[in-house]
Nanobody, 125 residues
Framework: QVQLVESGGGLVQAGGSLRLSCAAS????????MGWFRQAPGKQREFVAA????????YYADSVKGRFTVSRDNAKNTVYLQMNSLKPEDTAVYSC??????????????????WGQGTQVTVSS
């Protein structure tokens, strides 16, 4: 069992930056791949970024590639999402998720077993 708690969301102007954190409970954090997803009002949840349990490989949605960076610190049981050059279309609730590392791709939400409650990110124009 893994419990996830996100933090770091808020209101920022377009072009600004935020860093989201996702703190995990339990001693098995390093066994899981971690993903970030977001959901804007009236839209489906979409993949943002993911990182393998070792931190050796990461994946990004095309819409955030070059602007967002996912990282993890297994010693601190925490995964991060550094978001730069934010745009109004990045406004959404951002959630982290933990799932098995053995999938060849990590971009679909049904491959994740544990989810946080989410943190709101609002980007003003």
């Amino acid at each position: 069992q893994v419990q996830l708690v996100e933090s770091g969301g808020g209101l920022v102007q377009a072009g600004g930056s935020l860093r989201l954190s996702c703190a995990a409970s339990g001693r098995t954090f390093s066994m899981y791949a971690m993903g970030w997803f977001r959901q804007a009002p009236g839209k489906q949840r979409e993949f943002v970024a993911a990182i393998r349990r070792s931190g050796g490989s990461s994946y990004y949605a095309d819409s955030v590639k070059g602007r967002f960076t996912v990282s993890r610190d297994n010693a601190k049981n925490t995964v991060y999402l550094q978001m730069n050059s934010l745009k109004p279309e990045d406004t959404a609730v951002y959630s982290c998720a933990a799932g098995p590392d053995y999938y060849s791709d990590l971009i679909v939400d049904y491959k994740y077993d544990y989810w946080g409650q989410g943190t709101q990110v609002t980007v003003s124009s």
